[in-house]
């Protein structure tokens, strides 16, 4: 199912001072759970009316009860250490640092719900429709398979693949059962197999890129396997990393256009387009027009407010290569992929929301 949103943002907002406060008491022992949980539903509270004062018609929470983006596969599921791969950042203060996703280290036993905390809140607070994001099970076969580490309990990243399909299915099939109607699965680690770099750091470690992607895309689907379509809509955000404005993957979509849009089953793919790291629309042409793309033209990575003639521009190049009626619109990332956000402010950021919106009402008469 897929509900024709036009506007979207693609999941995370930057965090309240009062809130990144609160977490630091928590984490310091300085305040009790509650409180954390009072401060966080406080500012999901704050956001939703301000994303209903902007007009947006599908709601998120912002991610504001998570650290990272991720870091709730970690803190559900039993087997995770506290070692990390490395990435090479590329933006500002670039360099290599950790990923915030934690190793395995043990095999893995889901002890509770992802997103335990956040969709019974969302039922109740949400002003519309709202959409949960989930990691999808593929992030985990690059982010936190440390040859060393993992590979005494699972061998190959197929073996691990196979029990983190199993988590998320059970979580999605959860989300289903008490009624989200939206759910996003967001897999950065798909922009791997686009990026030259990527793909030959990849082969070194003596696995095929192509065969990699075909694996991940297959236990994705395994995951969305039992969705009832007619009754959710399934996204994917396909991100090139985000964190403090940095990035890590560049590249075309061209590479994995066809398998992606062919095989994946989702019914709106949200692609970041919001720079020349992202190449053109022509890989769009191959995109089912059963489907939707959701543009992701406003940086959320820099202050600089995109102009509306800009956009407008943009979509209608895009539709060169995919109907109008299958485009939407969208912020590239979300705005705070990991808790410290990027390098701009809030003010930044719901400018740019607003402009997503008003854009949206411009080319399709609604958001």
Same mark, same amino acid.
């Given at each position: ?74 803190? $559900? ?42 969709? !019974? ?25 440390? !040859? ?154 820099? !202050? ?14 895009? $539709? ?39 854009? $949206? ?7």
């Amino acid at each position: 199912m897929d509900q024709a949103y036009r506007a979207e943002h693609v999941g995370s907002l930057l965090r309240p001072p009062e809130l990144l406060e609160a977490r630091a008491a928590y984490v310091e022992g300085r305040s009790s759970q509650r409180q954390l949980r009072e401060a966080e539903d406080r500012a999901i509270q704050d956001s939703l009316q301000r994303q209903r004062a902007i007009g947006l018609g599908i709601y998120s929470d912002g991610e504001l009860r998570r650290g990272s983006w991720l870091t709730d596969m970690a803190e $559900a599921v039993e087997g995770f250490v506290p070692d990390k791969v490395i990435l090479e950042w590329q933006g500002p203060g670039g360099g290599a640092e950790a990923s915030t996703a934690n190793v395995v280290g043990r095999k893995l036993r889901k002890v509770h719900k992802l997103t335990a905390e956040e969709l !019974p809140f969302l039922k109740a607070a949400s002003p519309g429709p709202f959409k949960i994001t989930l990691p999808a099970p593929s992030n985990f076969m690059v982010a936190s398979f440390k !040859p060393g580490v993992t590979d005494a309990f699972y061998p190959t990243h197929a073996d691990l693949l196979e029990d983190l399909v199993l988590i998320v299915r059970d979580e999605i099939e959860w989300l289903v059962a008490e009624g989200a109607t939206y759910i996003q699965l967001d897999a950065p680690y798909y922009s791997h197999y686009l990026d030259p770099r990527q793909r030959e750091r990849i082969g070194r470690g003596g696995r095929d890129p192509d065969r990699e992607f075909e694996r991940a895309i297959a236990g994705d689907n395994a995951a969305l396997a039992r969705v009832p379509r007619d009754k959710v809509t399934l996204g994917v955000h396909v991100c090139r990393g985000n964190s403090r404005s940095r990035w890590y993957a560049e590249g075309g979509y061209d590479r994995i256009a066809e398998r992606l849009f062919g095989s994946l089953e989702v019914d709106r793919f949200l692609l970041e387009y919001d720079g020349l790291r992202s190449g053109g629309f022509e890989p769009l042409r191959l995109v089912p027009r059963t489907k939707a793309v959701v543009l992701g033209l406003v940086t959320t990575k820099e !202050p600089r407010l995109e102009s509306p003639d800009e956009l407008r521009r943009r979509i209608d190049e895009a $539709a060169r290569f995919l109907p109008l009626e299958n485009l939407a619109l969208s912020p590239q990332c979300g705005f705070a992929s990991v808790a410290s956000g990027n390098l701009l402010s809030t003010e930044d950021e719901w400018r740019k929301l607003e402009l997503v919106v008003n854009t $949206a009402r411009q080319v399709w008469g609604r958001p």
